[in-house]
């Protein structure tokens, strides 16, 4: 099928596209070499409309083939098509995870949609509009109009370039996925046709998926954006030239280089606030803070947050390069919080956030981290999610945890019935501090064995990806820590990121430089908890101590003997006592554990299994009796989902916490029933 | 009766009753502890021979609660990280605003069953308040409760319909708001709006609450049989005199939020971990219950003073008896 072509407003763009041989001039001045392979560069025009909520662009790429074989076709992604109608591929798996992305009803003005009304070669004589049609390669949907197949003249041989230039327009959604608008803010990322990336094995260009994010080729983008005079506008890169249009329009453009895509947002209400972020040893970079004036006095916890990220993963991992970082505090409701994208991420804030509630703390420092596991080491989302997501997850809990300690609970109240909101007034319960890995594990449990993390990530059940992508990877990485320590860890993850920084890198690449780093054969584990979906869980099943010459029959000198209770040792203090303990493993993945058996005395026995059996039975004779036994003791396995039965009593203490609980539960429940009698 | 002698008579009361607040506060316990020893040997079980005992004395093992929530069936689902401290209290007050204290199925036929039990002890109360007794005798106590009992019940039944129609109308209502408000980037704006929409139906929640206050009262202490009569004399009673009358429950209403907020300052938190610090915060959640039980007598106290005082200067006004 032939994309639509909208001959529309198609005059008003000749002015624009006058302007690309401009901007190629400039951009070709003398710069050092890029750090990427460069070979998917756009120069972007691009007009808002606020009155008719549309972007009206041109554009002109221009790509490198960087592999070997030839290709004769370009696949592009149209992600805003995602949200053009109720049955795009996006959409039904939305519904599929059970919520609605937006959390309210989409009215007909909700949607968006980005059509490309021209496109062809630049500089081919005699070329015209290139043949194209929409495809959907992941699940054949033909309602789906987010990926373009787009075929060339003539093939595009190894280490050749074109330039292709297109002419479209889009629709501003209300924001999905957090993109889109909400009165006069504008948060705009995916937003033009989006080459996907050429590979050894053809074009990697999936269409727009519910639970998955993206991939792209890194490049250097020259974008000038006109938007309404007066209105503040942040993007990626950095500002190189503004100029009144003498139409109450600003034309602002921005350049950045080795960067994989390009996200601006504007709106009148921004303030603009400016740091600096200076370390020993790392280069400076200069923050801008876009804030909602509401969050004015939060300015300096996301300064202070950004700037944690920036030193930490900077000594972890490696530096921050590109000199500059734009922080935006989306407008309320905008739903466009909490988003990594080059040189700018969104983070999100509340009018009331108490300090050491942990926001706008995490959210920050995991997008701000982003820009390291994402923006630098650029995997695809599409497929490998989790390679992303899951060491930033970990990473950002690092990082909360050395500069702010653990967080307390906060649970928001006023929850306008009816409405996705949540509350509006935070109540802190500052003696209920959170372990941030055991928050995970309380989010991992229920999807454990959801999904295998080796498929694509856009296989994964909707419902559950996040948990897949994010939590799993995320313990399986600070098991890993406990087990090899951080300083290991911290070298495996330091030269993935030197050596996979602006390039695409996939899970048997981070597996082959873990395994080279610590000199081991890893692979068991990540067989484990890479590539099968099994649930870690082990148990004391039972513990057991008694005397160890116990009454019965034994052999004597003359045949059997019965030999009673008191000759056999009893109590008195020469006595020793045969302990017991059954390990068992419950779940269908295995890991090397550690028994810890703890006597009366105060002695203790450490005792090694691999873990492989269903169940092991641990064997100690001692001049006392067991009191407790614990398997992983020091919660290496962070992936275990059932750390209570880790542990067990030979005589249970089980009444007084119970009681203490129950109390609580009941004061509770009092207070409950004489609430309900309010009404009679 | 000026509202503050209404509210001191109340007052007076309800602290002087000590008695009765006992027995209030004994059958709420009576119908809560069952349940109590269901949660509490669900979380014993839960806790079995681990050494979890340990990280639950000293606080709040959020490991361990996860694996009791999902676990959790009926009443369990009920247990949650905010039952520490005031949340406990807050958790009921976000739910009544919300309406969502019915939602929990096990535990509304809980609020059903104690419901039934207030209907009933209530009709003692009113009947002791009308007739001004001073000490407690559960004979008579429990008669009127039995006596009365049926027509508040048929009260209860027109009352749960005005109360459903106010949930509804928010339900509605905060989804309007927000629609209306579609294009707002500003939360401080969204929040002033949903207060006046919260106001709203609170003020409709006391209002209602407040006119099925008297037709309680008009009908035991008129003896009225009709719900709907009641209910009748009740806005007639609350339309003569609305400035007062609301002023009166308004007033009450500050000291409900002043207890509260008296507990969230004192409610104990998770630390607890011995059998004598377990104990004393349970003692402490029960006071305020008590506090709670006795501000309700005071409550009921009050209105019934208005309403008596009230209905003879109207006589008094027409030099005949009672109307």
């Not at chain 1, 919520?99 to 004589?125: C, F, Y």
């Not at chain 1, 989902?641 to 009092?670: G, H, I």
Request: proline share 5%; glycine share 8%; aromatic share 12%.
């Amino acid at each position: 099928m032939v994309a639509n072509v909208a001959d529309a407003d198609r005059m008003r763009f000749r002015p624009y596209f006058a302007l690309l041989p401009l901007a190629l001039a400039t951009a070709g001045a003398a710069q050092p070499p890029p750090r990427s392979a460069d070979n998917a560069s756009y120069q972007i025009e691009v007009r808002l409309d606020p009155a008719a909520r549309t972007l009206h662009g041109s554009q002109i790429l221009t790509w490198t083939n960087v592999q070997q074989q030839a290709t004769d076709e370009l696949w592009f992604h149209l992600y805003w098509n995602a949200w053009r109608n109720s049955r795009s591929s996006w959409m039904l798996e939305d519904r599929i995870r059970g919520r609605s992305d937006r959390g309210e009803r989409i009215e007909r003005d909700d949607w968006g949609w980005i059509e490309i009304e021209s496109m062809r070669l630049v500089g081919a004589d005699g070329s015209g509009e290139l043949a194209r049609s929409f495809e959907s390669p992941d699940d054949g949907n033909p309602d789906d109009r987010t990926v373009l197949w787009v075929r060339l003249p003539a093939p595009v041989a190894a280490g050749e370039t074109v330039r292709v230039a297109s002419r479209w327009r889009a629709r501003v959604p209300r924001t999905f996925a957090r993109t889109g608008r909400r009165g006069d803010y504008y948060f705009l990322a995916h937003w033009f046709p989006k080459l996907g990336v050429f590979e050894p094995d053809g074009w990697n260009c999936h269409q727009y998926h519910a639970a998955t994010e993206y991939y792209s080729d890194y490049g250097s983008y020259d974008v000038s954006m006109t938007v309404p005079e007066g209105w503040v506008l942040g993007a990626t890169g950095r500002e190189s030239e503004r100029r009144g249009n003498g139409d109450g329009t600003v034309t602002h453009r921005y350049r950045e280089r080795d960067v994989h895509a390009f996200t601006w947002t504007v709106s009148p209400d921004y303030l603009v606030l400016e740091e600096r972020f200076e370390a020993a040893g790392l280069p400076p970079v200069d923050i801008r803070l876009l804030l909602q004036p509401e969050h004015r006095g939060q300015a300096a916890r996301h300064f202070a947050a950004t700037r944690a990220a920036l030193e930490l993963y900077g000594r972890w991992y490696g530096p921050y390069p590109y000199g500059h970082l734009t922080v935006v505090d989306p407008a309320w409701g905008s739903g466009a919080g909490g988003m990594e994208y080059p040189t700018l991420f969104t983070c999100g804030t509340r009018l009331f956030n108490p300090p050491g509630g942990g926001s706008p703390e995490g959210v920050t420092v995991h997008e701000a981290g982003h820009q390291f596991w994402y923006g630098m080491v650029g995997n695809n989302e599409f497929a490998h999610a989790w390679l992303d997501e899951g060491i930033n997850t970990f990473s950002t809990a690092r990082v909360l945890l050395e500069r702010y300690g653990e967080s307390f609970h906060v649970k928001r109240y006023f929850r306008p019935p009816g409405t996705s909101s949540s509350g509006f007034l935070p109540v802190a319960f500052r003696q209920i501090r959170i372990d941030p890995w055991i928050e995970r594990l309380n989010r991992y449990r229920a999807d454990a064995t959801s999904d295998v993390q080796q498929d694509p990530t856009y296989r994964y059940f909707p419902g559950s990806a996040s948990s897949i992508s994010y939590s799993k990877t995320a313990l399986w990485l600070v098991t890993l820590e406990r087990w090899l320590g951080w300083d290991t860890l911290r070298a495996v993850l330091s030269t993935f990121f030197e050596r996979w920084q602006y390039r695409h890198p996939g899970p048997e690449d981070f597996f082959a430089v873990a395994e080279e780093v610590t000199g081991r054969d890893l692979d068991g584990f990540f067989d484990q908890v890479y590539r099968r979906a099994e649930a870690f869980d082990y148990e004391v099943a039972s513990v057991a101590s008694m005397p160890a010459a116990v009454e019965g029959w034994v052999e004597g000198d003359d045949g059997l003997v019965y030999r009673p209770a008191a000759a056999a040792g009893g109590d008195d203090e020469t006595a020793v006592y045969r302990s017991e303990v059954v390990v068992r493993r419950n779940g269908g993945a295995t890991f090397p554990v550690e028994l810890l058996m703890v006597f009366e005395d105060g002695s203790e026995v450490r005792r090694q299994w691999d873990g492989r059996r269903r169940w092991r039975l641990f064997v100690e004779q001692r001049p006392a009796r067991l009191a407790w036994a614990e398997v992983d003791p020091e919660r290496v396995l962070a992936l275990d989902l059932s750390p209570t039965n880790n542990s067990r009593r030979r005589e249970p203490r089980n009444r007084l916490p119970a009681v203490k609980w129950a109390s609580k539960w009941l004061v509770w429940f009092q207070d409950y029933l004489l609430t309900f009698a309010f009404f009679v | 009766m000026s509202i503050t002698r209404a509210f001191a008579a109340g007052v007076r009361d309800a602290v002087g009753s000590p008695a009765l607040v006992a027995v209030l506060w004994l059958a709420l316990v009576a119908v809560a502890l069952p349940a109590g020893v269901i949660i509490e040997q669900s979380i014993r079980q839960s806790i079995g021979a681990s050494r979890v005992d340990e990280s639950l004395l000293a606080g709040l093992d959020l490991g361990w609660l996860g694996e009791y929530e999902a676990a959790a069936r009926g009443l369990e689902r009920s247990v949650s990280v905010s039952m520490v401290g005031a949340g406990a209290v807050f958790d009921n007050l976000e739910a009544w605003f919300s309406g969502e204290l019915f939602t929990l199925l096990p535990a509304a036929a809980w609020g059903a069953l104690y419901a039934a039990v207030w209907l009933f002890l209530l009709g003692g109360v009113l009947d002791r308040l009308a007739r001004r007794q001073r000490g407690f005798v559960l004979a008579p106590f429990v008669a009127a409760g039995a006596r009365f009992f049926p027509r508040l019940l048929r009260l209860a039944a027109v009352s749960a319909v005005f109360y459903w129609a106010v949930y509804r109308l928010g339900r509605w209502l905060f989804p309007w708001i927000e629609r209306r408000l579609g294009e707002v980037t500003v939360e401080r704006t969204m929040l002033a709006a949903h207060l006046a929409g919260a106001a709203l139906v609170v003020l409709l929640l006391a209002v209602g609450n407040l006119v099925f206050i008297y037709a309680k009262i008009a009908l035991v202490c008129e003896g009225r049989r009709s719900a709907l009569v009641a209910v009748l004399r009740a806005v007639r009673f609350v339309a003569a005199r609305p400035l007062r009358a609301i002023a009166l429950y308004g007033l009450l209403g500050l000291l409900a939020v002043a207890l509260v907020a008296l507990y969230a300052a004192v409610a104990p938190g998770p630390g607890q971990g011995s059998w004598p610090a377990v104990l004393a915060a349970f003692a402490v959640g029960q006071l305020y219950l008590v506090a709670r039980l006795t501000l309700r007598l005071a409550w009921l106290g009050a209105h019934v003073r208005f309403w008596e005082r009230e209905r003879l200067s109207s006589a008094a006004l027409k030099g005949g008896g009672l109307g």
